[in-house]
């Protein structure tokens, strides 16, 4: 991708689990986000975390960032079927570019 | 607040023809951003603007692709001439300086 990688590719896991997803980027960022993507559909925003921030929670959503590595990751407690979609994290660098990841496609069994 | 319009939904071509995309941002939102989606690329940004000012094009794969922004209620992404290799979705989206990008639902494009 023209940022970075999320890593796993695909994850399957069954309802009320934990799903977590990672990201790792390539530059320096002044915000780091994730989207989501149904099927047919264009990408929501979920949450925003800054460059000067470690943690983040909303709802059941919570994230983390390491600048030091480049890496953030998304964790969605007691996930449910509805959860089902394609995650994406996006840098906001200092050239005020967003740049998506991968993205991870996330399949919760009822 | 209808979000980001994009048109058409869907646009199926012969290779060589010319396809415009329309995308009409939130408005006061100063940004705009056109992307396109593909299983083997992802999400790559084409083009941005700013308070309708072209910022970076530099990911706008070859000159066979332009972008426009006459007005901040208006943009187009055209292809001519088109080529099956542009087969992909193309998402318009907008923003505030600093803040969430909003995405409209696409354009899923077909050459043949």
């Known amino acids: 991708s023209q940022q970075g990688e999320e890593d796993p590719q695909a994850l399957s896991i069954q309802e009320g689990e934990n799903a977590t997803m990672n990201c790792s980027y390539k530059?320096?960022?002044?915000?780091l986000q994730w989207y989501r993507q149904n099927s047919g559909r264009g990408l929501v925003h979920l949450i925003l975390?800054?460059?000067?921030?470690r943690e983040k929670h909303s709802g059941r959503l919570r994230v983390t960032l390491d600048t030091s590595k480049k890496s953030s990751s998304l964790l969605i407690t007691a996930s449910r079927a509805a959860d089902t979609a394609s995650y994406f994290c996006?840098?906001?660098?200092?050239?005020?570019?967003?740049?998506f990841g991968t993205g991870t496609s996330l399949t919760v069994i009822p | 607040d209808a979000g980001v319009i994009q048109s058409p939904r869907h646009e199926v071509t012969e290779m060589g023809q010319e396809v415009t995309l329309r995308c009409k941002p939130i408005?006061?939102?100063?940004?705009l951003f056109w992307y396109r989606q593909t299983m083997m690329r992802g999400l790559e940004l084409l083009i941005y603007?700013?308070?309708?000012?072209?910022?970076?094009d530099s990911g706008m794969p070859e000159d066979r692709f332009s972008a426009k922004m006459p007005n901040a209620s208006f943009s187009t992404l055209k292809i001519q001439p088109s080529e099956p290799r542009d087969s992909a979705v193309y998402f318009c989206?907008?923003?505030?300086?600093?803040?969430?990008?909003?995405f409209g639902n696409g354009t899923r494009l077909t050459v043949t």
């Open positions: 996006a840098t906001f660098n200092t050239g005020n570019q967003f740049y």
């Open positions: 603007f700013n308070n309708n000012v072209p910022i970076d």
């Open positions: 530059t320096s960022i002044n915000n």
């Open positions: 975390i800054r460059s000067n921030e």
């Open positions: 408005s006061g939102h100063d940004y």
């Open positions: 989206a907008s923003s505030l300086t600093n803040s969430p990008l909003h």
